[in-house]
């Protein structure tokens, strides 16, 4: 496949699989600050979503560093319409789009119309599409459109290389992004934090966000608490969202990948295959001793890190 | 539809149909249409206009239809032609016996920018410059088309043939049934085997076969997709291709690949910066160099516009009469170059008569269309051709004949051409019919897609229709086509990646 191809297809999963999680973290944050009181607290909660998402420096720029009144109103428009916010839905869907345009040969019909439709349907949007009441709704539209892709790339495409760097690429993404919305509440899982409504809280929209709030009572039928919280985020093999899961399946895509272009393997290879093996044998009361925020900002980097390898290694045409 | 006002008689079962669908029936059918190539994402973008950069082309839902005597007559002139432009390119980079012989004038071509020096002395492989060639035709009578212009460069909208085929298909699958319908769809496959027909000597193994794009803002990409697609080859980039030691490698995930044959849609000028365009970053550096020594062929070969520049079009039936000993199976549009001073008196003294056009223009802007412009328009375009007489041909208004068109006040004739595809490898190959465009405004000769064009299918019919009851559609489509004002000759994209 050509290193172009394949570079555009890792990014049309992964831009698709953003719009998505960038809704999810709206939708646990939305509902925390219906929560929060006083407002301050509320614009908090706000702030740090856009930490999270990694698009802090141009929100400051836009609206500066103080509590003002209207501050959910911007953050809700920064992280959906706004264009100018690279990590926001609208720059994703544009990104997904112009991505899939370009190896839109090397995709099926269903899965250039399910990125087609929500491009075309999202042009239609104007600001009454995320004002109260109509959020909610916009959300899981958002949340349905990167799910419909998702089904149509598994469900339709040949298992070739094409599958294989699209499905890297989400789940790439799918793990910084589980990461980062268990790193938004760190504070939560903290050993000092105090197990009150408020934590309770954080603990729930952690699981809401990933939608595994039904599974978390599946897998240990008892009472939330941080730790099993967090073992379900980071080390469950059960949880399609969790760290573990993510890994598992990029170091055996890796390894597709490697066998199918020549049996050639590289440094990308070396880390996938590290962290999935320090995940897999890893133990939530040793990662939460260090301090959890230590832990994910650490798998945050080296997330970035191996898409670097990945791209050295396929992505960027090397001509060796 | 002729221009006398008469129906002729491949059309007769298709007055019936009409008639018996109905308007509102029809405007469904256009609408299903839109949804169609919509969703499929066929679309042109459009540079000059504001709103939605990717446009859909219409497509008017009732076919132009060719019966199989009036296409076999057509094929070949068409290859008649073909043959010509390219013994031509072969001589004018080769000994340049026809300048000798005193039929073309020297200046002509030696200032011509579409002439490449690069390619002096240089036979591409199987000594064909013109694999793919789009030749421009209108109609002015039964039996009478006129070559509005050759395009020898990278002809583009065989897609739009090809889709319209299969859209009408879909939404018309009765009337596939009852007539026989000469089928399209093989396109690809002749192009990819034209294309690996041209392979070097030196490929051992199935030749590598490419489609380079300029990339995904080209107005074309969406055609350059398509074709890469149907034929099964990679899509590529000039940054997804280098070269080393002289032979043409893509960037692939499992390392350097050679590639054998290029179809480029990219002009000369971008395809190598360190043979042409220093400054452009859409061609693949060394290219030419390696094209030269013989390691991988290009289609269309690069100085193949200087065929179809339209300074030179004038002159076409000379070149067949001068390498292939014939006389010309289809006609010149008669052509006045304002750069000569008899024609230039002529042309500025009948200026309400002709259609003036740029030499080298493109898209069917710059051109002005003498019966329907103001006088002050004229005026304008007589100061400009006196300025530069050489950037200015003209050419008369021709009779031009309509097909029946699905317009907003119903069913009414417009004008057409049609762009027959000819692929010329080992031998030459056609599929028949091509790319119908239709004006869309009434009474417009302009049908490029980005002046309110339209296309249509094209139905070559394999055996006669059933004879023609005299209907009331007939009658109809006399009284307006009565009314109609003179027609001039519809203007056409150039060559070009634009087109």
């Given amino acids: ?320 | 539809m002729r221009a006398d006002g008469g129906i002729r008689s491949p059309y007769a079962e298709m007055a019936r149909f009409l008639e018996a669908t109905g308007q509102a029936a029809l405007d469904q059918k256009r609408r299903e249409a839109e949804v169609l190539f919509r969703r499929i994402g066929v679309t042109f973008a459009v540079y000059t206009e504001g709103g939605d950069p990717e446009r859909l082309i219409p497509f008017d839902v009732i076919p132009r239809i060719l019966s199989r005597a009036e296409w076999d007559r057509l094929a070949s002139g068409l290859e008649q032609r073909v043959r010509a432009l390219n013994a031509f390119l072969a001589d004018v980079y080769g000994p340049q016996e026809i300048i000798r012989a005193g039929r073309i004038p020297a200046e002509l071509i030696r200032g011509n920018e579409g002439f490449l020096p690069q390619m002096v002395g240089f036979t591409p492989p199987g000594g064909v410059y013109t694999v793919i060639s789009g030749i421009d035709l209108v109609r002015t009578g039964p039996d009478e088309f006129y070559v509005l212009e050759d395009n020898c460069r990278t002809p583009s909208g065989v897609s739009y043939m090809l889709e319209n085929r299969e859209a009408m298909m879909r939404l018309f699958p009765e009337a596939f049934t009852r007539h026989s319908i000469a089928p399209v769809s093989h396109y690809p496959e002749e192009l990819l085997e034209t294309l690996k027909s041209l392979a070097p000597a030196g490929c051992s193994g199935p030749p590598t076969v490419v489609v380079l794009t300029p990339g995904a803002y080209n107005s074309a990409y969406y055609e350059h997709s398509f074709l890469a697609d149907e034929m099964g080859v990679e899509l590529v980039e000039g940054a997804d291709l280098f070269v080393r030691d002289k032979i043409v490698y893509m960037r692939t995930t499992a390392g350097p690949r050679r590639v054998d044959v290029i179809y480029r849609r990219i002009d000369d000028d971008y395809l190598d910066p360190e043979a042409f365009r220093p400054d452009s970053a859409l061609g693949v550096p060394g290219l030419m160099a390696a094209y030269k020594a013989g390691n991988v062929a290009l289609a269309n070969a690069p100085g193949a516009g200087i065929a179809d520049d339209k300074a030179v079009y004038p002159y076409v039936p000379e070149m067949v009469r001068f390498y292939l000993k014939e006389e010309p199976l289809l006609s010149n549009v008669p052509t006045f170059m304002c750069e000569r001073d008899v024609d230039r008196d002529y042309v500025l003294s009948n200026l309400d008569k002709l259609v003036v056009k740029l030499a080298r223009g493109s898209g069917g802007y710059g051109m002005l269309v003498g019966p329907h412009a103001t006088q002050e328009q004229r005026d304008d375009f007589a100061a400009r051709i006196r300025a530069r007489p050489g950037d200015y041909i003209a050419q008369p208004t021709l009779a031009l004949s309509t097909v029946p068109t699905l317009c907003e006040s119903g069913v009414g004739p417009r004008h057409v051409d049609l762009r027959p595809f000819i692929l010329f490898g080992r031998s030459i190959r056609m599929v028949p019919g091509g790319l119908t465009r239709v004006a869309l405004r009434e009474g417009s000769l302009v049908v490029n897609s980005s002046q309110g064009g339209g296309t249509k299918d094209t139905w070559v019919l394999d055996e006669a229709a059933p004879p023609a009851g005299s209907s009331q559609s007939q009658s109809q489509s006399q009284s307006r086509a009565a009314a109609e004002p003179p027609p001039g000759p519809p203007a056409n994209d150039p060559a070009g990646g634009g087109s």
Avoid at chain 1, 183 to 212: E, I, K, M, N, T
Avoid at chain 1, 287 to 293: D, N, R, W
Wanted: charged residues 25%; proline residues 3%.
């Fill in chain 1, 1 to 320: 496949m050509l290193s172009r191809t394949a570079d555009s297809l890792f990014w049309l999963g992964r831009y698709s699989e953003r719009a998505g999680n960038v809704a999810r973290g709206l939708g646990a944050t939305l509902r925390m600050a219906l929560l929060a009181h006083p407002v301050s607290r509320a614009d908090s909660e706000w702030r740090a979503l856009i930490i999270a998402t990694g698009c802090e420096p141009g929100f400051r720029a836009l609206v500066g560093e103080t509590s003002q009144p209207g501050l959910q109103d911007e953050a809700v428009r920064w992280l959906t319409l706004d264009p100018a916010n690279p990590s926001g839905i609208a720059a994703c869907v544009e990104a997904a789009r112009r991505n899939g345009r370009t190896v839109r040969t090397a995709l099926t019909v269903d899965m250039w119309e399910a990125i087609n439709d929500t491009w075309i349907e999202f042009r239609r949007l104007d600001s009454s599409a995320i004002r109260g009441d109509r959020l909610p709704g916009f959300l899981d539209w958002v949340r349905s459109r990167t799910l419909l892709f998702n089904g149509a790339a598994a469900d339709t495409m040949l298992r070739d290389d094409a599958w294989r760097f699209c499905h890297l690429g989400t789940i790439l993404e799918r793990a910084d992004n589980t990461a980062r919305l268990l790193d938004v509440r760190h504070g939560a899982f903290a050993p000092d934090a105090a197990a009150d409504a408020a934590c309770y809280a954080q603990w729930q929209a952690v699981l809401r966000s990933v939608s595994a709030l039904r599974a978390f009572q599946h897998v240990y039928h008892a009472r939330l608490d941080p730790a099993r919280v967090a073992e379900l985020l980071i080390l469950r093999p059960e949880l399609p969202r969790s760290l573990l899961a993510c890994y598992r399946r990029v170091e055996s895509t890796l390894d597709v990948i490697a066998a199918a272009n020549g049996g050639q393997r590289g440094e990308c290879h070396r880390m996938a295959g590290a962290m999935h093996a320090r995940l897999r044998y890893g133990r939530i009361e040793s990662i939460l001793e260090g301090g959890l925020h230590d832990f994910l900002t650490g798998i945050i980097d080296q997330n970035i890190a191996l898409g670097q390898e990945i791209a050295q290694m396929y992505l960027s045409g090397r001509q060796m």
